[in-house]
């Protein structure tokens, strides 16, 4: 299809076990951002790459998490011996920013828990 | 910092009624979006707002931006059962300087029969 594109859907995993999520932007975005929300609240920024640099990486929690994006495409988001803190919906978006309306659209989302 | 405030977080509403959610926000910002999410889904645009005084509408809701009083409200007249989701709003700060959006706390709406 032509929307964003996340995986894995659902990822359960052992506390201090690394995991990767994937995120496949629409075609031609050059903007995309991670967010996180956990169960029951709002949507909390991670990173923002434009192209392949990581202009913002104010929201990553701790030196745990990075991000990578290749290419001017795909992304991957890396958490590092994952804690129980870290379950959560990894929701990533994409837009082409201000030339255009500006919107963001989200994927399905990447649903983490760590047990 | 940038604060997003929505009110009320949790509305029940009874199917037929009319009531409006408002989403404040602390800093300048000339541009913002309503998203839909419904429960286990991802977000859904609604509504782009793109400059003070812009208005939006679509079926049973309608969109409001004042800039000036750095205020957007989302109007819902005569709910019906399907309207029921989580709304957000998000503040667009990429005119001044700030790259990401700034989602608000979200207002779970249920519309009752």
């Known amino acids: 299809g032509a929307g964003v594109s996340q995986s894995p859907s659902n990822k359960v995993t052992e506390k201090g076990k690394d995991v990767e999520l994937r995120c496949d932007p629409i075609?031609?975005?050059?903007?995309l951002y991670w967010y996180r929300q956990s169960l029951g609240q709002g949507l909390e920024f991670l990173i923002y790459?434009?192209?392949?640099?990581?202009?913002?990486k104010s929201g990553l929690p701790s030196d745990r998490f990075s991000a990578e994006r290749t290419g001017g495409s795909v992304s991957t988001l890396t958490i590092q011996r994952t804690q129980q803190e870290d379950s959560a919906v990894y929701l990533c978006a994409s837009s082409l920013g201000l030339k255009n309306t500006g919107e963001l659209f989200f994927g399905e989302g990447s649903r983490l828990t760590v047990l | 910092e940038l604060k997003v405030e929505q009110n009320p977080l949790f509305l029940s509403m009874q199917e037929g009624k009319n009531y409006t959610i408002y989403c404040n926000y602390s800093t300048t910002s000339d541009r913002l979006y309503w998203y839909r999410q419904d429960p286990g889904k991802s977000l859904e645009s609604l509504f782009v707002?793109?400059?003070?005084?812009a208005v939006k509408q679509e079926g049973r809701l309608m969109a409001s931006l004042d800039t000036k009083a750095r205020l957007s409200t989302l109007h819902i007249t005569a709910a019906v059962h399907d309207l029921s989701a989580t709304y957000f709003c998000a503040v667009d700060q990429r005119n001044f300087g700030n790259e990401k959006l700034t989602f608000g706390t979200g207002t779970r709406l249920t519309i009752i029969p």
């Open positions: 790459f434009q192209g392949n640099s990581a202009p913002d």
């Open positions: 075609s031609g975005h050059t903007a």
């Open positions: 707002l793109l400059s003070n005084g």
